[in-house]
């Protein structure tokens, strides 16, 4: 079973994803986290087409479901190339860098196809912004989260302890980026959830997601009810 979340930064993804993965016993992929080890590389090697260096990087994600979804950050270990590069992608300058990677069709090709290999088998919460849309467009649970810009800049600036003016307006910078761009823009998908989360409590809205999952499960008749 494939859950997809997607939406813009600061709309409460990562823990909402985290979370549920944990709960439901499912594997939590990071989708974004692909797209920043592509842009380090990226900085690292500018003379390289991206999206050669997309196809050749050796990235793996952490799993995720054991970091303690409290805290900051999408919180699992990212290796790239064999570098612990957890921190390093997680930068403001990094953060603007993946979603002008991102814009790269060469680059979403690469990524998209190991995507679709990962989540082939077994069940998984998928994070992103195109998961509904062109990763698992047959996800059987699809979800987009928005929140308002204040208080998205609000809960992004809690998580790297900056000032909220300061990542406001870098964060619409990058939204405007990531729904405008022509391959693959950052948009709900027909049949997704819309959630506004701004001022919820995020464990309300874990809880809702997870009830549908549940529900979907005992409909697919795959696992019990509760
Ligand atoms: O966590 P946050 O929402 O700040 O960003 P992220 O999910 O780590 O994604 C970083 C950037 O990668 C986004 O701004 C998008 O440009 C890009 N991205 C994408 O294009 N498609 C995805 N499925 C996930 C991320």
Excluded: N
């Excluded at 549920?20 to 380090?40: E, K, N």
């Excluded at 690292?44 to 087409?49: F, G, S, Y």
């Excluded at 990094?94 to 069940?123: C, F, K, M, N, Y």
């Amino acid at each position: 079973m494939v859950i997809a979340i997607d939406g813009p930064a600061g709309a409460g993804k990562s823990t909402v994803a985290r979370t549920l993965a944990q709960q439901l016993g499912f594997t939590y992929l990071d989708s974004g986290a692909m797209y920043r080890c592509v842009a380090l590389i990226s900085r690292a090697r500018p003379e390289v087409a991206a999206a050669e260096l997309a196809k050749a990087a050796r990235i793996e994600l952490g799993g995720g479901t054991d970091a303690p979804a409290t805290r900051p950050g999408p919180g699992s270990v990212v290796m790239l190339d064999g570098r612990d590069v957890t921190e390093a992608i997680r930068t403001p300058d990094i953060s603007q860098a993946a979603s002008q990677v991102a814009a790269d069709p060469g680059v979403r090709t690469a990524i998209v196809a190991r995507q679709r290999e990962l989540i082939a088998r077994g069940d998984w919460v998928v994070e992103g912004r195109d998961i509904g849309t062109v990763v698992a467009p047959h996800a059987d649970l699809k979800i987009f989260l928005t929140a308002d810009p204040q208080e998205r800049a609000r809960r992004r600036a809690a998580e790297l302890g900056v000032d909220p003016g300061s990542v406001l307006e870098d964060m619409e910078r990058r939204d405007e980026r990531d729904a405008a761009r022509e391959h693959s823009p950052m948009v709900a998908a027909q049949d997704a959830l819309l959630i506004d989360t701004t001022g919820l409590e995020v464990q309300d809205v874990i809880g809702r997601i997870a009830q549908l999952a549940r529900r979907l499960r005992a409909d697919l008749g795959d696992a019990p009810a509760s």
